[in-house]
């Protein structure tokens, strides 16, 4: 299958919280303010973050947050406003659109920075003048591409690692990943994988084992899922895998044989693998007018497949991700799902992996 790299728009965060308040006579300074200031992803040499910023004053018509980075950090790229940096001091200032702040209102920006050694939060940010002096006490990013700072509470050995195996559905670029882990508590997941995350428009988890034109029953028969689990150690396994396999014309049980053998070097690597599998999206290709029906044909076999090897110790949940997505609005090729098919299939997924992981 060919590889398309997809943007999706998002942000990830997560709350750093700080407050004072002061007073001031200009018309249009703050008299109050408070700052929430989010690490919401970190990998070597980079971060990016999210700030918030309140104004418990009278309102103001524009605004300016000045803060200095305790490290040298850099700012790369900056969202919702303008920036100006001075050595390791940072001014921000509002963009055309978000200038005004009522009382007790808040206006927003995002970064993605570059640091080296460490990456220590703000100790303190002033808003047209104003110094915020509460605090900032930081939270964990909650990402595996995440190289520990000073600041992260939470290790990786208490998250929950979950490996998205597939094909190039799974991992070409596999934005749903990004949206799945976006909408799930970064503190308490970990995806894990041996190939590397691709570009989804904004830092995530992304290692996965969505192996690009591979056939579940090639990766069966020659033994390639054992290393993959020894080097990634998962908890979960979200498998949608036999696309390729259906537009080779093989049969659903040779297929679900495949699955059989994939369920028990799984359980030979972890006796208490959670697994959920997709009903695989619809296929469409140009080229292969049968192809529709054979993963009909597949997807219908899925349930009691499941039923029939699913343990108390090993569940096996499984996930119609077949039902409402629509191979001429949901992908680019009636094979790879575009944006809104991306949407579509984390949607599916989210709620049995919040049961895996509660």
């Known amino acids: 299958m060919q590889r398309r790299k997809a943007a999706v728009l998002g942000l990830v965060t997560a709350l750093l919280t700080g407050a004072a308040v002061a007073t001031t006579t200009s018309a249009n300074a703050a008299a109050g303010c408070a700052v929430k200031y989010t690490v919401s992803s970190q990998w070597p040499g980079g971060f990016g973050a999210a700030v918030d910023v309140t104004n418990l004053g009278d309102p103001v018509s524009s605004w300016s947050l000045v803060f200095t980075f305790p490290a040298g950090q850099t700012i790369t790229q900056l969202w919702n406003g303008s920036v100006t940096q001075s050595g390791s001091t940072v001014t921000v200032e509002n963009a055309g659109w978000n200038g005004p702040i009522a009382t007790n209102g808040t206006a927003s920006f995002g970064f993605n920075g570059s640091w080296t050694g460490s990456n220590p939060v703000p100790g303190s940010f002033t808003l047209n003048g104003v110094t915020c002096t509460g605090g900032v006490v930081p939270t964990p990013t909650g990402t595996d591409q995440i190289s520990p700072s000073p600041s992260t509470s939470t290790t990786a050995g208490t998250k929950t690692k979950i490996m998205a195996l597939g094909d190039s559905i799974t991992g070409s670029p596999g934005c749903w990943r990004a949206l799945l882990w976006q909408q799930l508590p970064a503190a308490e997941v970990d995806f894990v994988g041996t190939l590397p995350g691709d570009g989804c428009g904004f830092p995530y988890d992304g290692e996965h084992d969505g192996h690009g034109g591979y056939l579940v029953t090639n990766v069966a028969s020659q033994n390639m899922l054992p290393a993959w689990l020894s080097a990634a150690d998962p908890d979960v396994v979200l498998m949608h895998f036999g696309t390729n396999d259906a537009w080779s014309n093989l049969s659903p049980a040779t297929i679900l044989n495949a699955y059989t ?65 629509n191979t001429s609005t949901d992908t680019y090729d009636g094979v790879h799902p575009n944006d809104a098919g991306n949407v579509k299939i984390a949607a599916r997924w989210l709620p049995a992996v919040q049961a895996a992981i509660s």
Not at 274 to 297: K, M, Y
Not at 310 to 320: E, G, H, K, L, R
């Open 261 to 325: 053998r994939l369920v028990g070097q799984m359980r030979a690597a972890n006796p208490n693998m959670r697994i959920i599998v997709a009903q695989i999206i619809p296929l469409n290709p140009p080229t292969c007018t049968d192809c529709g029906q054979r993963v009909v044909n597949l997807n219908a076999a899925i349930p009691a497949w499941a039923a029939s090897l699913s343990t108390t110790a090993s569940p096996i949940t499984v996930v119609d991700q077949w039902t409402g997505f």
